[in-house]
């Protein structure tokens, strides 16, 4: 079973911005998608993005579009989600997802592992 690990949560002020990052300890990483997710307290978890096994097909929900971009590097066994003009709707545990497959969407259905979480807080 994979571990996945996250970094680079923190505090920031609204418009700004975080990387975030994910290790995985899986032995075979690449030929998995890979995503995030978030949850705000009291709300339901929330897909944020994803990113297809070569790194190709990225996806996003519509709320990050044109704000986050999300990236791998199978050499590391990394996955990535940088995060820019940040809003304090973005205040969330941000969690990386490994998929059931090589394609992942939102589906939760698709996703197989999720890592503990790193709080991201964005303050107005």
């Known amino acids: 079973q994979v571990r996945l690990v996250e970094s680079g949560g923190g505090l920031v002020q609204a418009g700004g911005s975080l990387k975030l990052s994910c290790v995985a300890s899986a032995h075979v990483f690449s030929d998995y998608a890979m995503g995030w997710f978030r949850q705000a307290p009291g709300k339901d978890s929330e897909f944020v993005a994803s990113?297809?096994?070569?790194?190709?097909?990225?996806y996003y929900a519509g709320s990050v579009t044109g704000r986050f971009t999300i990236s791998r590097d199978n050499d590391k066994k990394m996955v990535y989600l940088q995060m820019n003009n940040l809003k304090p709707e973005d205040t969330a545990v941000y969690s990386c997802?490994?998929?059931?497959?090589?394609?992942?969407?939102?589906?939760?259905?698709?996703?197989?592992?999720w890592g503990q979480g790193t709080q991201v807080t964005v303050s107005s």
């Open positions: 997802a490994q998929a059931r497959g090589a394609y992942a969407q939102s589906d939760v259905a698709s996703w197989r592992q």
């Open positions: 990113i297809s096994w070569s790194g190709e097909v990225p």
